[in-house]
């Protein structure tokens, strides 16, 4: 038997997948539902300067560029601790209404969540499919992401296993087509991408998505000049109490949850 509980919320509820829409629920303070999705798999983060004066954790990375993972990973412990981010990693399925979101849980529960403003970010544009074409390398030293300006958005080195990752975004009708086959990439890759010596790629895997329909709009907000600006602010006025809880989870297994 389904077990229904109803909460009513006092402020902005958003649901998303993507970085910047939780950077926006922490620095407005909003409820936030996570969907997890791939759609920023293996993506650095840009304006890393900005983030390291937002998330003072950050700063003690030195050794890498923050990746969209990470900083997500952080964001929903912080959010989670502050009781704005909701019933993570219990959700099945969700759906929206016009004045609240049906949340169905492990274990056959229900939450009806109310609240006067529902954002729902992660929508998904079904028409464009992401893929990600993993390959094995031999004779390849340079590390490291690359672009290489095509259909392929951005490739990404892991030396350590010698695997390269080809990320692109490809019309979903298209996705068969021998044109945009890992074949095809492959073979681009290896005659295009600069390296002081031939080298040579064997195909393992191709794992896939749906954009997420706003996707654009929210990562173009997050580099306006208002945007820097709103960020600045934030950190004057929580800064003592944004350093207090940095120290609490840099010192806490919490950090690697």
């Known amino acids: 038997m389904e077990r229904t509980v109803r909460r009513e919320l006092d402020k902005h509820l958003v649901i998303c997948s993507d970085v910047y829409s939780i950077l926006d629920c922490y620095i407005f303070s909003k409820y936030c539902i996570y969907i997890d999705h791939p759609y920023e798999s293996y993506e650095k983060m840009e304006d890393c300067d900005k983030i390291q004066k937002l998330l003072s954790w950050s700063s003690h990375i030195r050794d890498r560029r923050l990746t969209k993972e990470d900083i997500k990973q952080w964001l929903i412990v912080a959010l989670s601790l502050k009781g704005l981010c909701l019933y993570h990693g219990r959700i099945e399925n969700y759906n929206v209404e016009e004045d609240h979101v049906n949340l169905f849980l492990h274990g056959g ?5 109310y609240s006067p403003n529902i954002t729902n970010n992660a929508v998904l544009d079904e028409n464009v499919t992401r893929v990600f074409d993993h390959y094995f390398y031999r004779d390849f030293y340079n590390r490291g992401e690359h672009e ?3 259909t392929i958005e951005r490739i990404y080195c892991d030396e350590s296993r010698r695997t390269m990752i080809a990320t692109s975004n490809i019309p979903t009708d298209k996705i068969h087509d021998f044109e945009y086959s890992p074949v ?3 073979y681009f890759i290896e005659t295009n991408l600069p390296n002081d010596r031939r ?5 393992n895997k191709r794992e896939s998505c749906f954009k997420i329909k706003e996707y654009d709009k929210l990562k173009e907000r997050w580099h306006t000049q208002a945007y820097t ?3 600045k602010l934030f950190i004057k006025r929580s800064a003592a109490f944004h350093y207090k809880t940095t120290d609490f989870l840099l010192a806490s297994r919490i950090k690697n949850s």
């Open 148 to 150: 290489i300006g095509s």
């Open 109 to 113: 529960y229900k939450v009806e969540l």
């Open 199 to 203: 080298f040579y790629l064997r195909f």
């Open 229 to 231: 600006l709103l960020v």
């Open 184 to 186: 095809t990439f492959k």
